[in-house]
């Protein structure tokens, strides 16, 4: 690691402490430091240079004082950052700063900041270390609430792209208001809100002659949310103006291909003590929403839009997120934006929806024993939308209602049972068509059938082991796995695991087949800090966390994490 970025961590923690022994006049420092490093003893389908060690370092500094806070956070990658994080995320620098002040009723950021407007499909600026995601935005942010059911906020900024930030400038304002006092609702409560959010970027006429479209980008949302009783109800309608639209596969624009975009989404629910149902429907189409509008390239095939690179706004996948390893091989990721990849496969967006049920079964009853038993039941759908397409010259024109190609599908039931004050068991089962050719680059769609028992026990309040097995059975890609994991807690503080999952059943990769994925590893805690270290194969593919994916080359190697908060 860069010898500067450690005088730079002991030099704040150092203050840290010596602000900690002073009177509440000099104000609070506090913030945290994480680094996730891995040795990579071989890797494969690796396009960026191949170093062998890697780290991903994080120090976070906050400084508040009254009513004002000062914070930045250093990043360092040495030598590389780890295996697949965007390629702009490269060497030791202050990655972000700001300054906010804040009053009861007003809020004011300066530097950069995280937003989020509605659902977040206009507006969303986030970090996920663990997928390599930082979309803050450099410039400013008003917020200001006169009233208990009034709230105002405003921005402008650009976004960030690894150390830098992006050519196109964005600004925009959110409106929220509480209507339930104004419509003497005593016992029901109705919010709205209103959104906007613009993209400005000037249009090089040497790449598109005579351009057909503004350099301004706007879109504009409306959201109602409805609460009475156990019942619950929420509408978004999110619509963008006209745009050229990008050509994945040559990564251009042209005046051929100008449209507008809209996405729709109605949910419902009921939620009452033993049950819960929760449905959402949702159509997109062509909202994919970029700070530039030509990615850049980064590698064979590849742009910057492959690591979630200045995209303004986010949809995330409404399907069950299952915590069985094997489940996760296959996992839907939206299809929000417009894809020609061939003449048969051509996508304008999507349209689906999930539904969850919950029940609780009643403890000193037939299926809900001693303990009680709890049953979640889950089924989701997704589908290209439907219309008239042509890839060449690349044209659409949909239909709002109806469906086109099925992306995918999946029905599971999950039953947890507690069969003693120590033990407590769960069983999953999971049905699931995942359409590859269109989802990603592939031959073939998957259709599989997936079963999974996790058993806990618990010796003490703080010492427990934790099992689970897992079966998938897939008629094509990789097809038959087995899988399972062993856990153990010795207290609080500390911890052993080990992980396999076996491919048996590959067929169609010879040199795969009966492959171990076999992973061990540990965790020691104490206080406000967690040291984990670990050893294994990773599985190529996808990995996801909350239905966003980014995809990782298989590799073996040992791992290290570090995190702590002051």
Not at 440 to 453: A, K, T
């Amino acid at each position: 690691m860069n010898l500067k970025f450690y005088i730079f961590l002991l030099s704040f923690i150092t203050l840290s402490i010596q602000a900690q022994d002073k009177k509440k006049d000099y104000g609070r420092l506090f913030g945290g430091f994480e680094t996730n490093a891995q040795r990579y003893l071989e890797f494969v389908n690796d396009e960026q240079s191949p170093e062998y060690f890697r780290s991903n370092n994080y120090l976070q500094v906050n400084y508040e004082i009254s009513k004002w806070t000062f914070g930045l956070q250093a990043e360092s990658y040495a030598n590389q950052a780890l295996l697949n994080y965007y390629p702009g995320f490269k060497g030791t620098n202050i990655a972000t700063y700001y300054a906010k002040y804040k009053s009861k009723k007003l809020e004011a950021t300066a530097g950069y900041f995280y937003e989020q407007y509605g659902s977040g499909m206009i507006l969303r600026a986030w970090e996920d270390r663990a997928l390599g995601i930082n979309t803050a935005l450099r410039g400013g942010r008003l917020s200001y609430k006169p009233t208990n059911n009034l709230k105002l906020k405003a921005f402008f900024g650009q976004q960030r792209t690894g150390f830098d930030v992006s050519k196109g400038k964005l600004f925009g304002f959110d409106i929220e208001a509480n209507l339930s006092s104004v419509l003497n609702f005593e016992t029901a409560d109705l919010e709205i809100g209103l959104s906007n959010v613009n993209r400005y970027e000037k249009i090089d006429e040497l790449l598109v002659p005579n351009p057909q479209f503004d350099p301004t980008t706007s879109a504009f949302s409306f959201r109602a949310n409805y609460m009475k009783g156990f019942f619950y109800g929420g509408f978004e309608a999110n619509y963008k103006t006209k745009d050229a639209v990008l050509n994945r596969i040559n990564n251009e624009i042209s005046n051929d291909l100008i449209k507008d975009g809209s996405s729709y989404q109605l949910n419902l629910g009921i939620a009452k003590e033993g049950l819960g149902i929760d449905l959402t429907l949702r159509r997109t189409e062509n909202m994919l929403f970029t700070s530039e509008r030509i990615p850049e390239e980064v590698g064979l095939n590849q742009s910057s839009l492959n690591y979630f690179d200045k995209v303004i706004n986010f949809a995330p996948a409404l399907t069950k997120q299952n915590h069985s390893n094997l489940a996760n091989i296959y996992v839907y990721q939206a299809q929000t934006g417009v894809e020609f990849k061939s003449d048969e496969i051509m996508k304008s967006g999507e349209t689906g929806g999930q539904i969850d049920i919950v029940y609780d079964f009643a403890k000193e009853t037939a299926l809900g024993g001693k303990y009680g038993t709890k049953l979640a039941v889950n089924y989701s759908s997704w589908f290209n939308l439907p219309g008239t397409y042509r890839s060449s010259p690349e044209f659409y024109e949909t239909k709002f209602f109806g469906v086109g190609e099925k992306y995918f599908s999946e029905f599971n039931v999950e039953v947890k049972k507690q069969l003693s004050e120590k033990t407590r068991t769960s069983f999953l089962y999971i049905n699931k068509y995942y359409n590859k050719p269109w989802v990603e680059d592939s031959s073939e769609d998957v259709n599989s059938h997936i079963v999974y028992g996790e058993i806990t026990y618990n010796f003490t309040n703080s010492k427990s082991i934790r099992a689970d097995l897992e079966h998938m059975w897939a008629d094509a890609d990789f097809k038959n796995w087995i899988g399972g994991s062993v856990e153990y807690n010795f207290n609080e503080k500390f911890s052993l695991y080990m992980l396999d999952l076996l491919n048996y059943g590959n067929t169609k990769h010879e040199e795969e087949s009966k492959k171990h994925y076999l992973t061990v590893g540990g965790a020691y805690r104490k206080g406000r800090s967690r040291v984990s270290l670990a050893y294994g194969r990773q599985r190529g593919g996808l990995v996801c966390v909350g239905g966003v994916c980014r995809f990782v080359p298989e590799s073996t190697g040992i791992s290290l994490s570090f995190n702590t908060a002051f």
